[in-house]
């Protein structure tokens, strides 16, 4: 939708724990159907899920831009608590394991990526906040907006809210059951203060009433208003 209405023309999206580019490759084929003029930049940890983003991209015509990597708010080497392909990740230094060196979002900003940061999109499996935290110079210089998830479940789970709160930004939790997750998993969208969509979030009504397959949480708007 935010492709759609023209929210994010001629900007890039950051697709952080792309997998294998379900959001990544359809969002880019999209903008080139709409002329959207948008760069996107899959992240992901796995290589084999990096290489299969890249084929898929190059055999849609596709200038998806592919980096192998685990973001991170400090450069730790981390190996994951199950398959490399899709799994949550811890610090450790053990040479007994594969693993793989972090860096953070405000690094790759400062030295190889554009500044016309449109969207966040961050599903890292517990990682959020740590994923947030370092990205503060890329937030406030651009003031993207920002989907991640979260699991209601985890104790922690406000943190990357208050963290983005303390930043200036409203938190809305998206309105819909996500299918094949766990029942307390929820999307949720930080938008800058400062931003017209703060005042007129009736494009998301628009749509989603007219969806099929969209099926909310609760009865109410599509956008709910996270309370820090």
Known sequence: MLISFGFLKDKQIYDIGAYIGDNALPWLALSSLLNQNISVY???????????MHATAVYNNLELKVLCSLISDRIENYTPLQSWTHSSFHVS????YKSIRSTTIDSLYSSSMPSKVGLLHIDVEGMEYAVLNGASKLILENRPLIIYELHLNDPSHSKPGLLL????????T??????????????????PGESTLISDLSFFS????????????VIGPPVIPYLI
């Open 165 to 172: 709160h303390s930043q200036g930004y409203k938190i809305y």
């Open 206 to 217: 628009s749509v989603t009433e007219s969806l099929s397959g969209y099926y909310p949480i």
């Open 93 to 96: 230094n053990n040479p007994q």
């Open 174 to 191: 998206i309105n819909e059951i996500i299918s094949g997750n766990r029942p307390d998993c929820r999307n949720m969208i930080a938008i």
């Open 42 to 52: 899959a992240i992901d940890p796995c290589q084999s899920n990096i290489e299969f």
